[in-house]
């Protein structure tokens, strides 16, 4: 059975900066794409960053320059660096793994705020 496991959300003022993680446990096999989704409630899950297999990244137009997303394949984990957030990006993130199947985290909260 795989689980994905998220960690790193929490409060933080306009400015600071967190770090999301995501680990892949069980037997996922090969990995391709890894991901960081957002969603806010009235709103669809919208793409924050993604990651391939080969480390091409792509980020959604309000976080480019701001989030840095990363991947260490031997731990089948992926990361979302968000410096300098603003009270737009508070949202519940989703990590979002694409192997043989999709697999999707349980969500983790960042709420920005001061």
């Known amino acids: 059975q795989v689980q994905l496991v998220e960690s790193g959300g929490g409060l933080v003022q306009p400015g600071g900066s967190l770090r999301l993680s995501c680990a892949a446990a069980g037997s996922i096999g090969r990995i391709y794409a890894m991901g960081w989704y957002r969603q806010v409630p009235g709103k669809q899950r919208e793409l924050v960053a993604g990651i391939s297999s080969g480390g091409t990244t792509t980020y959604a137009g309000s976080v480019k320059g701001r989030f840095t997303i990363t991947r260490d394949n031997a731990k089948n984990t992926v990361y979302l660096q968000m410096n300098s957030l603003k009270s737009e990006d508070t949202a519940v993130y989703y990590c979002?793994?694409?192997?043989?199947?999709?697999?999707w985290g349980r969500g983790t909260q960042v709420t920005v705020s001061s």
């Open positions: 979002n793994v694409r192997a043989a199947s999709h697999y």
